[in-house]
């Protein structure tokens, strides 16, 4: 028997948090979730935006704020958020960060 799988050892060895700027890197795409990796470098920021489908963010190193709607949380390793379809949304990393996020298609 086959199984399909995405395995990542290690997801803070994925992308590293550039000096200036945001990288991105799609882990895994297919027709029930998108995976991709974040890498802040400090003080950048993924200015307010919406996404059409459920989304997870998932801290895995650094700290940043989040506003959420009208909230503004902390986040940190470890840290996890679910949001839903067309919730205003935005991240400011405090210190290089890695996040992951999930989107679920519907």
């Known amino acids: 028997m086959s199984y399909n ?21 799609t882990l895994h795409n297919d027709g029930d979730v998108k995976a991709v990796i974040f890498g802040f470098g400090k003080d950048q920021e993924l200015s307010e935006h919406t996404a059409s489908m459920p989304a997870i963010l998932h801290f895995i190193q650094g700290e940043a704020t989040l506003t959420l709607g009208e909230e503004t949380v902390q986040a940190q390793p470890g840290g996890w958020v679910h949001m839903a379809p067309g919730l205003k949304h935005s991240v400011q990393a405090k210190t290089p960060v890695i996040m992951l996020l999930l989107l679920l298609k519907q």
């Open 5 to 25: 799988f995405t395995h990542l050892a290690d997801l803070a060895k994925e992308v590293e948090p550039p000096e200036d700027g945001i990288l991105t890197r």
